[in-house]
């Protein structure tokens, strides 16, 4: 049986990478002409059922028609308003290890999207990073909110995804906006990627700017005063993904210096692997070779033996390097006989850091 190519992944995971590469180039507008003009118009039609269907189930929460539960302890959600990666997961670690440095009991709830039926990649990472955290998955996240106060005496809820989970009452409602993308490329599912109209914003009890080093100030500025207008009483933070260090599979660990300079083998399989390949650029890599999977791409031995032969066949000088995301599912070392290693990366306060933790600790009214 021949070995797999160490040129492309395999032939299922090409082919989703590739759908996802013509989706984001057909809603973002980079592909011209009358039939991709066509394409666009019925995505703009199809999205019309799932606007009226998202407005309607959010009228039914804000006239109070369907009910809110709440589990008598605090409940801070953690959410956006797109799909892909605004940068949640380290948002999350950031809420949480804030109330554990209050010397508060947390849990974070999350609906477990790319788990396969286990742990996914977020609830890995979280477990590496923030041990004494217990994450609970499940559809169910009223259920889980009960189990996690209930049998975990938990005092305080993260909610990961939690936007539009407004089935389980919140006392903090955080949105993220990726400063690259902020409204989904101007529209709703299919159309654009964005899960709910910008209007929704005005839910947000604190809107959070990710990726903010990644746009200039001219467009931070815009984004400021469109943000100002949506959600006028929430307070506004901005933040950037920093990189803190390299980690591998064995949890060793390596500073940022073993990129500059260098030239890089990177993959990756999450929602904006754009932001990915550009902060190692950033680091002062070299990306020569650079493969995406789908997002919460769940490996299997067919991918990892393909990236084993892609690791080898990679520049002999070249650092081979992924998300932590990604390494908690793959759990190695090292490729091809190379090490491997992970960013760690951590969200950064740069703007508005003390009125949002002000509204962190007003929760737990400490």
Same mark, same amino acid.
């Given at each position: 049986?021949?070995?797999?190519s ?6 299922g ?13 057909? !809603? &973002? ?6 039939w991709?003009? !066509? ?5 703009? +039609? ?22 809110? &539960?709440?589990?008598? #302890?605090? !409940? ?10 605004t ?7 950031? !809420?949480?290890?804030?109330?554990r440095?209050?010397?508060l009991?947390?849990? #974070? ?13 977020e ?16 559809a ?11 049998e ?15 089935r389980?009452?919140?006392?903090l409602? #955080?949105?993220?906006?990726d400063?690259?993308?902020?409204w ?29 080093? &990644?746009?200039?100030?001219d ?36 500073? +940022?210096?073993? +990129?500059?300079?260098?030239? +890089?083998?990177a ?24 493969? #995406? ?51 760690r ?22």
């Open positions: 049986m021949p070995a797999p160490a040129a492309t992944p395999s032939d995971t090409r082919a989703a990478a590739s759908a996802r590469d013509r989706y984001l180039a057909l !809603v &973002q507008g980079r592909r011209r002409g009358l991709p003009a !066509v394409q666009r118009l019925g995505l703009r +039609l199809a999205a019309v059922p799932y606007g009226l269907a998202v407005r309607l189930r959010n009228l039914l929460y804000d006239r109070r028609w369907k009910r809110v &539960q709440r589990v008598g #302890v605090p !409940v801070v959600s953690v959410g956006n308003l797109s799909v892909g990666g940068g949640k997961t380290p948002c999350v670690e950031h !809420v949480a290890a804030f109330y440095g209050l010397d009991r947390v849990a #974070v709830l999350s609906r477990g999207y790319g788990g396969g039926g286990g742990a996914n990649d609830a890995l990472l979280l477990e590496d990073n923030l041990p004494d955290v217990p994450h609970l998955q499940g169910d996240r009223v259920g889980l909110a009960r189990i996690a106060v209930e975990l005496e938990s005092e305080v809820l993260v909610l990961d995804d939690g936007f539009q989970h407004r389980l009452g919140r006392d409602d #955080v949105v993220l906006l400063a690259t993308a902020p989904g490329y101007g529209g709703l599912l299919p159309r654009g990627l964005l899960r709910e109209p910008p209007g929704s914003l005005r839910r947000a009890d604190v809107v959070v700017l990710t990726r903010c080093d &990644q746009v200039g100030e467009d931070r500025a815009a984004l400021r005063r469109q943000v100002a207008r949506l959600a006028p009483a929430a307070p506004l933070a901005e933040a950037t993904h920093r990189p803190e260090g390299l980690v591998n599979g064995d949890r060793a660990e390596e500073g +940022l210096a073993l +990129l500059r300079g260098r030239p +890089l083998a993959f990756c399989g999450i929602g904006n692997p754009e932001s990915f390949r550009r902060t190692l650029a950033d680091l002062g890599g070299d990306v020569r070779a650079f493969r #995406v999977y789908p997002d919460h791409h769940a490996y299997t031995r067919h991918d990892v033996a393909d990236l084993d032969a892609w690791g080898r066949a990679a520049d002999p000088e070249a650092v081979l390097v992924t998300t932590q995301k990604d390494l908690v599912k793959l759990r190695l070392s090292r490729l091809g006989e190379r090490p491997l290693w992970a960013l990366v951590r969200l950064h306060l740069e703007r508005g850091r003390e009125e949002f933790e002000r509204r962190l600790r007003a929760v737990v009214r400490l």
